[in-house]
């Protein structure tokens, strides 16, 4: 993809889900029929996948839309806590959060040594052995690969520290943005009451 129609990551120095970036990116141009550089529509103008690959080799848009509205549609994929202004080098950003000795929400408790105790009628999910660590450095590994093969073509990080940190910005205040309509539109949802009938008990 990359020598044929230019198309490269940005940012892949924060890439958390190399895999699942893909896959997102895949199902959005073979499956939703939508221009990765265009936008987001609610219909489509495409009709076939075809015709979207061919619009976007004929414009140039085998590019990934990485500043504003998109930055939002791809930040579950990267991780930009590295590049937090007031994280100093080597210094974990949980480290200054108190923890509790016990935490717990009614099914499971969570012991200070780490120890999980959970209710006995979770026992038959408590006995599977799953290990999600595994699927992690297969793609921390493919991302290192993808980044030596940028770094080959000539790539030399084109984003600054100070891009990455207004990126982060940027991100923060997307999503502060985000809560707020979905908390608008949830108090719009609750005025169905035709009538005001004060809530008091006799």
Known sequence: MTLSHSFFIPDIEYLVDLEGLLTYLGYKVGVGKICLWCGNYRKSPYRTVHAVQQHMMDKGHCKMAHEGSGLLEYADFYDYS???PDQEDGQDPDSEVDVP????DGWQ???PSG???GHRSLARYY???LQPERARPRSEDMTRRLLSHYRALGWT???TREV???KARDLKFMRR???KQEMKLSVKANKFQKHFRQQVLF
């Open 109 to 111: 408790l969570a012991l």
């Open 101 to 104: 000795v016990l935490e717990g």
């Open 164 to 166: 990455a940190i207004q």
């Open 177 to 179: 943005v985000q809560a």
């Open 127 to 129: 006995s599977q052995n």
């Open 115 to 117: 120890a999980i105790i």
């Open 157 to 159: 990080g084109s984003t």
């Open 82 to 84: 590295t590049s937090y």
